[in-house]
């Protein structure tokens, strides 16, 4: 698949239903903290790629683990799709001017207590990565052809508090995606391959 097939399948495709184990997310209470990303899709030596980092393990939400750039609502930020640039070009230094938001998925209610509204882009030209080691340990990409084969993506439930939740994982070679990232990647993929 290349940009072109990308943005249309984007485009055209009807977002797929959310399977009937996400209807216990609905229960997370309503007093969730903001928080916007950026799906980033960038195409690399003719093959596009998701970007994701590894969070350091001096933050306290979510240490360690792999996310899209993105963050926290501001105060400042005119907007949520305004915060998932500012924060991409904070974390990776991918320029907001480097980039063309194609749209926007539903946003994902977390049981850490975040509500993540997850916008599609791609980037226009390549880029030099220069992260911030405050916010960033690692920049890698994942070929988004991998993604897209429905074997790379696990679910399983968990349960907390006696309410039941889906969470996704998917291995990619030395990393561990899992949680909201593996969520909203998991249906990115569903949307593109749905008819």
Same mark, same amino acid.
């Given at each position: 698949?290349? @940009?072109?097939?990308?943005?249309?399948?984007? &485009?055209?495709?009807?977002?797929?239903?959310?399977?009937?184990?996400?209807?216990?997310?609905?229960? $997370?209470?309503? +007093?969730?903290?903001?928080?916007?990303?950026?799906?980033?899709?960038?195409?690399?030596? +003719?093959?596009?790629?998701? $970007?994701?980092?590894?969070?350091?393990?001096? @933050?306290?939400?979510?240490?360690?683990?792999? &996310?899209?750039?993105?963050?926290?609502?501001?105060?400042?930020?005119?907007?949520?799709?305004?915060?998932?640039?500012?924060?991409?070009?904070?974390?990776?230094?991918?320029? &907001?001017? +480097?980039?063309?938001?194609?749209?926007?998925?539903?946003?994902?209610?977390?049981?850490?207590?975040?509500?993540?509204?997850?916008?599609?882009?791609?980037?226009?030209?390549?880029?030099?990565?220069?992260?911030?080691?405050?916010?960033?340990?690692?920049?890698?990409?994942?070929?988004?052809?991998?993604?897209?084969?429905?074997?790379?993506?696990?679910?399983?439930?968990?349960?907390?508090?006696?309410?039941?939740?889906?969470?996704?994982? $998917?291995?990619?070679?030395?990393?561990?995606?899992?949680?909201?990232?593996?969520?909203? $990647?998991?249906? @990115?993929?569903?949307?593109?391959?749905? +008819?």
């Amino acid at each position: 698949m290349d @940009l072109v097939e990308f943005k249309a399948r984007y &485009s055209l495709n009807t977002l797929p239903e959310l399977d009937p184990i996400h209807s216990d997310l609905d229960q $997370i209470e309503a +007093n969730l903290r903001q928080a916007a990303v950026l799906i980033a899709i960038h195409e690399i030596n +003719n093959q596009l790629h998701v $970007i994701l980092t590894k969070r350091p393990t001096h @933050l306290r939400a979510h240490p360690g683990q792999i &996310s899209f750039p993105g963050g926290k609502v501001e105060q400042a930020d005119i907007s949520y799709q305004a915060t998932a640039l500012r924060e991409a070009q904070e974390e990776i230094g991918l320029l &907001s001017t +480097n980039v063309e938001v194609i749209g926007a998925l539903p946003a994902h209610k977390t049981f850490t207590g975040f509500e993540i509204t997850p916008f599609v882009a791609t980037v226009k030209q390549s880029f030099v990565p220069v992260i911030d080691p405050g916010e960033v340990d690692e920049y890698f990409t994942v070929p988004l052809s991998f993604l897209l084969k429905r074997y790379h993506r696990h679910t399983q439930l968990y349960t907390r508090k006696g309410l039941q939740y889906p969470v996704h994982f $998917i291995p990619y070679k030395q990393h561990f995606i899992w949680g909201a990232t593996a969520a909203m $990647i998991d249906l @990115l993929c569903r949307h593109l391959s749905h +008819n």
